[in-house]
């Protein structure tokens, strides 16, 4: 079984800073992508960025330029350092993992942690 726990939601203002962890257990295999994803009040759950095992990234067009996603591969964590915050970005944020190759791949989900920017 694979756990994600999830930290390093909060409150911030307008234009500041924080940063999610997530830190995968279980059985991970090396082929895999690990992301965030993000659910706001009456909407739908969203991608925000995503990290494979080979260090590719994407991120949502909306994000770009002012998240960075990273990894620690030996640790299984994934991180998002979130800058220039934006009231926009408040929402419930998901730490994703597709465990395994393409075909074989199951999804796993953290409980989410939220994060409130105030204008």
């Known amino acids: 079984q694979v756990q994600l726990v999830e930290s390093g939601g909060g409150l911030v203002q307008a234009g500041g800073s924080l940063r999610l962890s997530c830190a995968a257990s279980?059985?991970?295999?090396?082929?895999?992508?690990m992301g965030w994803y993000r659910q706001a009040p009456g909407k739908q759950r969203e991608l925000v960025a995503t990290?494979?095992?080979?260090?590719?990234?994407n991120y949502e067009d909306r994000v770009k330029g002012r998240f960075t996603i990273s990894r620690v591969y030996a640790k299984n964590t994934v991180y998002l350092q979130m800058d220039s915050l934006r009231p926009e970005d408040t929402a419930v944020y998901y730490c994703?993992?597709?465990?395994?190759?393409?075909?074989?791949?199951?999804?796993?989900w953290g409980q989410g942690t939220q994060v409130t920017v105030s204008s």
């Open positions: 990290i494979t095992n080979t260090g590719s990234t």
């Open positions: 279980g059985s991970i295999f090396s082929i895999n992508v």
């Open positions: 994703n993992l597709k465990n395994g190759a393409l075909g074989g791949r199951k999804d796993y």
